[in-house]
């Protein structure tokens, strides 16, 4: 048996050791936190609408309509209307003639990918992809192999030395932890060149990129063609939860015969479904949300070089600080909540080593002057 205690002990002496905080009610620009209120940016809740009062309203009216649960798996009897009426209409939003609702995005990358790919098949992944992709990979049983950061020459070049089986390269599109995007159009062209299948996890880039929202494919202008697989997820932006594949008609019928955790899985409860129908109508009919987020970017990236701050090269709501040691992580974010900002540090394993860094994200529900708060604090305690 292992040594847990020892183990534990190794974590604190390491600063990894990793613990929650209890919160009490809604996100929103302000959280209270073990009984503090703090002002808040930490959250994957881009547009504000975790906490809207119409998403809200739409949830009690489908715990109304619906009921509590699913009470089963959507091949028995869990598939309820206003399931299907949302794979409708993300179907519509996204472009592609199906999407199929998963109960989160950790197990829509692990059924999709194992579904995708097998033993004696390659998986070409972004070094920074997020865990459940990598997760996804080794679950396959496919041969993972990860290449460089957005670095598509190297993956150019690896690809043409392994032709003659089937490949798909996986990325994230917005990478979660640095808020970059993928070079998306070359990972296309590279797919289509190789025969291979392009998958994009678009976790942080639906509802936050593009005029519509449409993402980092809407961004770039690439449709199903060049990415066959689209992956989106429904707690970030979208500020409910669950997540969804989009593509062919082909695509979806055969996840829905083969991918596992879709199977055996009980279906999301309905009235989140509900729920998330009204947040993807907020998200197309207030582009506000979109314009007032990209002039808090500019506005946090424009003050933070005026303070002489490192930043990352992020067009994204995502603003991490670079900070290097998972201690000086630590000690910059317990300084901020003395000033009344919680700010999450984020640590290895989640990134590399040595890449330490706090995790800044904006949402529209900020106004300017809690960016302005957030820039004075950081020159305070850095
Ligand atoms: C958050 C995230 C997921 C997981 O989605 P959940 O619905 O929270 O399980 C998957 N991929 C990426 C890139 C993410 O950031």
């Not at 808020?179 to 296309?188: C, R, S, T």
């Not at 907020?282 to 424009?302: A, K, P, S, V």
Request: neutral net charge; hydrophobic residues 40%.
């Amino acid at each position: 048996m292992r040594d847990l205690a020892a183990e534990l002990a190794r974590l604190r002496t390491e600063h990894l050791y990793r613990s929650r905080a209890v919160v009490d009610g809604p996100q929103g620009a302000e959280i209270t936190v073990n009984g503090a209120r703090y002002l808040s940016f930490c959250s994957n809740d881009y547009l504000g609408l975790a906490n809207h009062p119409r998403v809200v309203a739409a949830l009690r009216e489908g715990a109304d309509k619906y009921g509590a649960g699913s009470g089963a798996s959507h091949l028995v009897t869990g598939h309820q209307r206003a399931h299907h009426v949302l794979e409708e209409a993300l179907a519509a939003f996204t472009g592609r003639p199906r999407a199929l609702l998963f109960s989160s995005g950790y197990l829509a990358n692990l059924g999709t990918v194992a579904a995708l790919a097998g033993r004696g098949e390659l998986l070409w992944e972004d070094r920074l992809n997020h865990a459940s992709l990598l997760d996804a990979g080794l679950l396959s049983g496919a041969r993972l192999h990860r290449y460089p950061h957005s670095d598509t020459s190297a993956l150019r070049q690896r690809l043409m030395q392994n032709t003659g089986r089937h490949a798909m390269i996986i990325t994230d599109g917005v990478f979660s932890m640095d808020g970059d995007l993928a070079p998306i159009p070359q990972l296309a062209d590279i797919a289509q060149r190789q025969d291979a299948w392009l998958m994009v996890d678009d976790a942080h880039g639906l509802g936050v990129l593009g005029a519509g929202g449409r993402g980092t494919l809407e961004h770039f202008g690439l449709d199903d063609t060049a990415v066959p697989v689209l992956i989106g997820t429904l707690g970030k932006a979208f500020g409910t939860f669950g997540a969804f594949v989009a593509g062919s008609a082909d695509l979806i019928e055969y996840l829905i015969q083969h991918a596992r955790p879709y199977v055996y899985t009980t279906a999301l409860p309905p009235a989140l479904a509900h729920a998330t129908l009204a947040s993807l109508r907020i998200l197309q009919e207030e582009g506000w949300r979109r314009e007032h987020l990209q002039n808090l970017i500019t506005r946090f990236r424009h003050g933070a070089e005026q303070l002489g701050m490192q930043l990352l090269p992020s067009p994204t709501p995502i603003q991490p600080l670079l900070v290097g040691s998972s201690e000086r992580a630590l000690a910059l974010s317990a300084a901020l909540r003395q000033h009344g900002i919680y700010v999450s540090a984020i640590r290895p394993p989640t990134v590399p080593k040595g890449t330490a860094r706090l995790r800044i994200t904006l949402s529209a529900a900020h106004s300017e002057t809690h960016v302005d708060r957030l820039l004075t604090a950081l020159d305070t305690v850095s």
